[in-house]
């Protein structure tokens, strides 16, 4: 006999109460099997493969759960560094200007795109980004010297 998916979801959630994430996580997988957009199962297992280094996994379920849920502005920023991480930099660059775009108040994201505009060597996209940033919040830079910014 096959589980529903709330009966599986209702399984998943008593294993993590009990810290049995191994268990959770067959359970996401078989979860998703049944219904590959299901959002708690791949924002979990996203989560599980970015805690263990497993990059090219996290990028997979995040991509999923980007498509479908494109405003989750939290998975857009897992998905540029699961990419970043992989050293995928123009791929990241190009999700973290859709984050820009969505939240240009969000300070830290200025430093984030400048960098990697600076990784890619190009200075002056990178100094436009910082000029701009700082036109915005002037401790941005000074951020960005601090040791505890990394």
Sequence with gaps: MTQSIEELEQQAAACSRRGDLQAVERI???ILRADGKHLSSLRFLADIALQAGDFPEAELRLR???G???GDLRALSQLAQAMYRQGKRRQALEVYLALWRAN???RMIYLTIGCLYLELGETDK???VFSL???RDGELLR???RADTS
């Design 28 to 30: 996401c997988r078989d």
């Design 64 to 66: 999923s759960l980007v």
């Design 68 to 70: 479908e849920s494109p």
């Design 104 to 106: 240009p108040r969000e």
């Design 126 to 128: 990178a100094a436009q």
């Design 133 to 135: 940033g700082e036109s």
């Design 143 to 145: 951020l960005w010297q």
